[in-house]
């Protein structure tokens, strides 16, 4: 059975850093690109970072380039979020989720078809 | 980066066929046959129903079915049943940034 287990989301003071962490389990970790999307509350979906299966290809959304990062280390079938710089509207539930298809080429999204339960960051004073 | 373009809702009947549309660009869903469906109910993680336009994973029920006409990808719910009352959200590759979503429509059975 595949799981993907979200941990690190809380509330965190604007501008300061937040790590979210992802184990993976029930499927070959190292064999797809892996990605974070958001939901603010009351609101609709919003990719956010991608990573392909080697780490080779790494994209991010605009609205949060330059302040995260995304990583993955395969060894440990875990996928991470730094986010730095941290804004009133990145509050959100933060999901994990795997790609649909194996794909060993640049990043290219065609679905997501497991998702985590999500972490929830709240950013506020 | 703007979302794709849905109806905030649509409804229908018990047994009837309902259609959700999802409009794009031809840098996304015109340009690429790379369109997914996604169905979430409150309080739960959305869940891929549609992928690349036609494709239904596995468990998926026939009566969702996907389709393309130039910018414009349609999510048709045939049989309708009241646990099909859900938010549907499309997305689709784009070319100057990977992934995009819809911006949601309310599936409400009346």
């Known amino acids: 059975e595949v799981q993907l287990v979200e941990s690190g989301g809380g509330l965190v003071q604007p501008g300061r850093s937040l790590r979210l962490s992802c184990v993976a389990s029930?499927?070959?970790?190292?064999?797809?690109?892996m990605h974070w999307v958001r939901q603010a509350p009351g609101k609709g979906l919003e990719w956010v970072s991608g990573?392909?299966?080697?780490?080779?290809?790494?994209d991010y959304a605009d609205s949060v380039r330059g302040r995260f990062t995304i990583s993955r280390d395969n060894a440990k079938n875990s996928l991470y979020l730094q986010m730095n710089s941290l804004r009133a509207d990145d509050t959100a539930l933060y999901y994990c989720v795997k790609e649909v298809l194996l794909w060993f080429g640049e990043l290219l999204p065609r679905g997501f078809d497991y998702w985590g339960q999500g972490t929830l960051v709240t950013v506020s004073s | 980066q703007s979302a794709l373009t849905q109806p905030a809702s649509v409804s229908g009947s018990p047994g009837q066929s309902i259609t959700v549309s999802c409009t794009g660009t031809s840098s996304d869903v015109g340009g690429y046959n790379y369109v997914s469906w996604y169905q979430q109910h409150p309080g739960k993680a959305p869940r891929l129903i549609i992928y690349e336009v036609t494709n239904r994973p596995s468990g998926v029920s026939t009566r969702f079915s996907g389709s393309k006409s130039g910018n414009t990808a349609s999510l048709t719910i045939s049989g309708l049943q009241a646990e099909d009352e859900a938010d549907y959200y499309c997305s689709s590759y784009r070319s100057n940034s990977p992934y995009v979503f819809g911006t949601g429509t309310k599936v409400t059975v009346l």
């Open positions: 990573i392909s299966w080697n780490s080779g290809s790494i």
């Open positions: 029930g499927f070959r970790f190292d064999d797809y690109s």
